[in-house]
């Protein structure tokens, strides 16, 4: 994957100040975009369990069937809950006509729907992974409304 702004990712730039997340999304949407989508964790776990992440609405409807082994691990819980969250929103990006990747200046990574709403994918995974609820496939569905 080609993400060019990896290359200057730990370089001091603008007057001493370092490269945030929201300022290389400003450079490269699309390469974020692809970082954000990578969830090495989740997808490991999921294949480990036979779910293939194809990036659809009816793998998050597979992942929200999985047992919840994850809350086994105290220090693994927070990482899997945050790949769920951003593949919860990849899976928005690309199947709901008009949502896109927002990053918002504290490095915060976000869906903006075409309504203007703003939905906060990373902690409806750390809840879903913490709590199981709400689902996964019951939040696509509220984006997917446009909710």
């Known amino acids: 994957?080609?993400?060019p702004f990896l290359d200057s990712w730990r370089k001091r730039r603008d007057g001493g100040r370092s490269t945030t997340l929201a300022s290389a999304f400003?450079?490269?949407?699309?390469g974020v975009a692809g970082l954000l989508s990578e969830c090495a964790l989740l997808r490991s776990r999921a294949e480990e369990a036979?779910?293939?992440?194809?990036?659809t609405p009816r793998s998050l409807e597979a992942l929200d069937q999985l047992t919840p082994r994850w809350r086994e691990d105290p220090e693994e819980l927070?990482?899997?809950g945050n790949d769920a969250g951003l593949y919860l929103g990849t899976v928005i990006v690309?199947?709901?006509p008009g949502?896109?990747?927002d990053v918002l200046p504290g490095g915060r990574a976000v869906v903006r729907l075409a309504s203007g709403r703003e939905i906060d994918v990373v902690g409806a995974g750390l809840?879903?992974?913490?709590?199981g609820s709400p689902q996964l496939s019951q939040m696509y569905g509220e984006a997917a409304e446009g909710r």
């Open 1 to 3: 994957m080609n993400i």
């Open 26 to 30: 400003e450079r490269d949407p699309e």
């Open 50 to 55: 036979g779910v293939l992440l194809d990036d």
């Open 78 to 80: 927070p990482w899997l």
């Open 94 to 96: 690309r199947t709901v």
């Open 99 to 101: 949502a896109v990747w």
């Open 127 to 131: 809840e879903w992974a913490i709590t």
